[in-house]
């Protein structure tokens, strides 16, 4: 099957990390993943923080309501939109919209990547934003918008369900 498909059908997410660090040059391909997602206007609205320290690690986790899976990972990558920065250009469509749109293209080219790789990841979006914001020392006008524990899985999780194609497309020939 193409790699980028057998990536978008087969990536599951995953709550139980072994805590094995990744080598230096998965890291380095993974942040090469975030900063090439597309975005309006090419702005790049965004900033990520890699995270292997422990103890910031525990933080971010009970930040994220307790979900304390995230910190047993090696790599929480802390995805940031700048949403100032789409502002100058698309003013309130850039500020409520375009900004987390394009955070979140670069959100999915991360879980993406880090399947390709072998590693499995989760997208952590349940989290109290002035928590994080404190733990990473953010600026006003950085907006942390998802938390994505990376690394080795100790087990593969059953396939989710989703909606039936029948219900979802609408055709229109
Ligand atoms: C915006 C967003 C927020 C999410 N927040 C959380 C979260 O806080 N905790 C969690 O365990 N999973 C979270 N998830 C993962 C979803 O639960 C998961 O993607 C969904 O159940 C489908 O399962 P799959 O990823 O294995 O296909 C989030 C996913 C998205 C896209």
Request: contains cysteine.
């Amino acid at each position: 099957m193409n790699p980028v498909i057998e990536a978008i059908l087969n990536r599951r997410s995953c709550r139980d990390f072994t805590g094995d660090p990744l080598p230096e040059e998965h890291v380095e391909l993974l942040k090469e993943t975030l900063r090439w997602a597309p975005s309006a206007g090419n702005r790049q609205p965004w900033r990520f923080v890699l995270v292997r320290d422990r103890g910031v690690r525990i933080r971010l986790g009970e930040a994220a309501y307790g979900q304390m899976f995230i910190a047993e990972a090696p790599l929480i990558v802390v995805v940031i939109a700048l949403p100032e920065v789409s502002a100058k250009r698309y003013g309130d469509r850039g500020r409520g919209l375009y900004c987390l749109q394009e955070t979140a293209a670069a959100t999915q080219n991360l879980l993406l990547a880090a399947h390709s790789l072998g590693y499995r990841s989760c997208w952590v979006g349940a989290f109290d934003e002035g928590g994080v914001r404190r733990v990473l020392d953010l600026g006003p006008d950085e907006r942390p918008v998802a938390l994505v524990p990376v690394g080795n899985g100790t087990y593969t999780e059953a396939r989710t369900d989703r909606v039936p194609t029948k219900k979802l497309f609408r055709d229109i020939p």
